[in-house]
């Protein structure tokens, strides 16, 4: 470097920063920018920062683009925290669909760019346009299927490192799908990822949408039975009678094709596989809520036979039980309610009835005084103090002064 160049970065930043304190904020950029050409890593750095400060609070979008354009290229991890920066400008519409483009001879640092802004308007500053949020969903798809294809085989082996990739995109995806401030179309996205190795993600899509039996038509098609129970158990509603339907629907088909091609094998271990599945539904799940009894004593078919230690049979006990138990339960309930009624009647009954007896010594229950022959107020739960006591004391008639309860809401009824 001649020394010609070595006075120019040594003395640039303060000739930057000299004229931004006398307003000529685009002379100054054109010094930083000058300076982010330095073969000095530590002079394009200070220069790409600087840059960033001044243009986050710019609201010229040409400038900021102008700028902007050379930090991406010198530092693309200084560039992206513009984004963070709290300025009006570049609005989404403007920079991704503007300035994004421009960047044709390096797409990955625009897919850097376009990540890192998107990331920052939804899952930091809450953008409310629902547009970016789902751009960023199938951002985050898009991604994962150029690492991995849709219709990929999930037993493919990959690299470590490339591995390590898909899964940091996956989590982040995962991340994004569950957080507070996304406001994404579900449906959107069930599009880009349907019938693809995505299936943990479409189920909870599903899920979002209210499309329960969408969801668990797709597990029981990818024989994930067990992620299908507990998708349903873990769900208000009656979500387990309709996965009991569903198990009873196929293997009700099933049984009827194996009738017209008994040879079938496929057929036979379909029935076979989906037989098991009835029956470890209803052994494991006999007493929940969920699972209606009663449709299932409906759809059992007629020709299965009731074995004294059949799963059947056991099933049939432990939902009888369970069912008396909650019968029981309600009827106790019912019982304690009754009584409590009773107990608040009697006890206003007993209030209304109040009486009380007034000699020579009966007190004042305020001043503890006797009453004599001085005037004197009677409530009705038979406290009884001196007039006087009252009016000097600005007692309300329709509280009682030293229990304190309250007449008008007493009577009420």
């Not at 000699?359 to 004599?372: A, N, P, S």
Request: aromatic share 10%.
């Amino acid at each position: 470097m001649c020394i010609r160049d070595r006075l120019k970065n040594k003395h640039g930043p303060i000739v930057a920063r000299f004229l931004e304190r006398f307003g000529k904020i685009r002379e100054s950029l054109d010094v930083w920018r000058n300076l982010g050409l330095s073969p000095d890593r530590t002079i394009v750095e200070e220069a790409a920062t600087e840059t960033v400060r001044i243009l986050g609070s710019m609201k010229d979008t040409q400038m900021i683009f102008d700028n902007f354009r050379w930090i991406a290229q010198a530092s693309p991890d200084v560039a992206v925290t513009l984004f963070s920066q709290p300025l009006e400008a570049p609005a989404p519409d403007s920079f991704i669909n503007g300035f994004l483009p421009t960047i044709k001879d390096n797409p990955s640092l625009a897919n850097f760019l376009r990540e890192n802004y998107l990331e920052t308007m939804v899952l930091a500053k809450g953008i409310d346009d629902e547009r970016w949020h789902s751009t960023l969903g199938i951002h985050y798809i898009e991604t994962l299927f150029r690492l991995r294809p849709a219709n990929s085989d999930m037993t493919l082996i990959v690299s470590d490192s490339h591995f390590a990739q898909i899964q940091a995109y996956l989590n982040k995806f995962r991340k994004f799908l569950r957080h507070p401030l996304t406001k994404y179309r579900g449906r959107t996205l069930l599009e880009k990822i349907s019938n693809s190795w995505l299936l943990a993600e479409e189920v909870f899509l599903y899920g979002k949408e209210g499309e329960h039996l969408s969801a668990l038509r797709k597990l029981i098609k990818h024989r994930e039975f067990r992620m299908a129970e507990e998708y349903a158990a873990e769900r208000p509603g009656k979500l387990l009678t309709d996965l009991f339907k569903i198990y009873m629907d196929v293997y009700r088909e099933a049984r009827r094709k194996l009738s017209e091609r008994p040879k079938d094998e496929k057929l036979a271990q379909a029935m076979l596989i989906f037989s098991n599945q009835i029956e470890e539904l209803l052994r494991k799940y006999a007493t929940h809520p969920s699972l209606d009894s009663l449709v299932v004593l409906e759809l059992i078919p007629d020709d299965w036979i009731l074995e004294k230690d059949g799963f059947l049979m056991k099933y049939m006990l432990a939902a009888s039980d369970n069912s008396m138990s909650l019968k029981r339960n309600a009827q106790i309930s019912s019982t304690l309610s009754q009584m409590d009624i009773m107990e608040v009647d009697a006890r206003l009954a007993k209030s209304k009835q109040a009486t009380v007896r007034v000699t020579f010594d009966k007190v004042c229950d305020f001043c503890m005084k006797k009453i004599g022959e001085k005037a004197f107020l009677i409530y009705p739960n038979g406290i009884t103090i001196h007039q006087a006591c009252s009016i000097s004391q600005n007692f309300s008639l329709l509280i009682d002064p030293i229990t304190k309860q309250h007449f008008e809401k007493t009577f009420a009824e």
